[in-house]
Structure formats: C-alpha cells, structure tokens
C-alpha cells in the first residue's frame, strides 16, 4: 500500500531507499535543494553525474525526466535527479509546463521503483528558484504521487513549516490520506 508522508526538515538527512534532486539540466551542480544534497552526499555524486554527461546525456539532462546516480554520504541508496520547468511567464504555457512538472515526480518516483526503492524522500521541484506557485506545486505534486507505481512510502520533504502546510491543505484537497510524520 502506498504510504505519503509530508514532513517539514532537510531532505538530505532523510533515510530513505532514495533522494530526489531538484537538479539543473546540466546535472553540474546548483543552488538550493540541489546544493544542499551535493555538499551533504560528497564529491562521489558530482563524478558520477560528470561521466553521465560525458556518456549518456552529452546535452543534459532533458527537463520532466530523471536519472539515478550513488547517493554518497547521504543515507540513502540513490539520488534521483530530475529537472522540474520553469514557471512560466505566460499563462497559455502553464498546462504544458504543469505536465513537465508532472513527469519529473513521475518519472522520479517510477525510476525510483524500478531500481527497487521502497521509500522515496522528494522536495518541492521547481518551488524554489524556478518560481513555482506553491498551492499550485503541491497539487501537481500530490496528484502524480498518489497515482504513481509506488514504491511504499513517498515522503515530500518541505524546508519550512508554511509549505509543509499547504502540502497538507492540498492532500486534503485531493483526497488524499497523508500520515504527518513529523
Ligand atoms: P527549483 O530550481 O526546482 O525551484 P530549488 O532548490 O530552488 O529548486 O527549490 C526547490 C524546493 O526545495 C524549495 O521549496 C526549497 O525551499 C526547497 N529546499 C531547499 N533546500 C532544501 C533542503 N535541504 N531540503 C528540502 N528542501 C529544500
């Protein structure tokens, strides 16, 4: 059974099967969540995502997909690295953008399970610098999440209270049963 989870705290403590980055397309490192993951999971994540571009993703990584690298340090298997869009400036953009956004918790979630995760920890993806409205990220978020091939428990990681809570206003929105854990 599928088990979601939202909890304000830092993603890179979480001990789960799996981390997933809110990366930039060249997978080189950034700031924010993405930051925050590379200083805390050591130089090992960086390397494997350098010989990714230098094999697999010569033009980086698409945005809405996602690929899985060591996690390091970090107490988790693997880092899941995908790329959420930009919001956009122009409303007729949103639909397109909003299944972007979709398909990086889809395909993060499903590349997750495939490896055999059974607990997935995710941030807010393109909350932070790509300008996504929060009430807006969290419904996306939720909606893919509950529909996804789960693996058991997917935990959304908020970094502050305020967006823990409109995580939880949009779950009881949806209809969505979360198990607070924090
Ligand atoms: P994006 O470029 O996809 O917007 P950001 O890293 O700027 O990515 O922000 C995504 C979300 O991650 C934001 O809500 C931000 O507050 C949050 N965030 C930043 N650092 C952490 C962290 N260590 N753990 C969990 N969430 C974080």
Redesign the pocket.
Known sequence: MLRIELVT????VQRVDAIVN???SSLLG????????HA?GGPEILAECRRLRATALPGGLPTGEAVATTAGRLHARWVIHT??P?WPDEGAEADARRRLLAAAYRNSIGLAASLGAASVAL??????????P?TD?ARVALSTAADAPAPGLIRF????PA?RDVFAEAAAALGIDEAAAD
């Open positions: 705290g830092d993603i890179t809110a990366a930039y950034g700031g924010g969540v993405d930051g925050a993951i805390a790329v959420g930009v941030p807010a993806v393109s909350a932070g610098v790509y300008g996504w929060a990220a990681v908020l970094f502050s967006m």
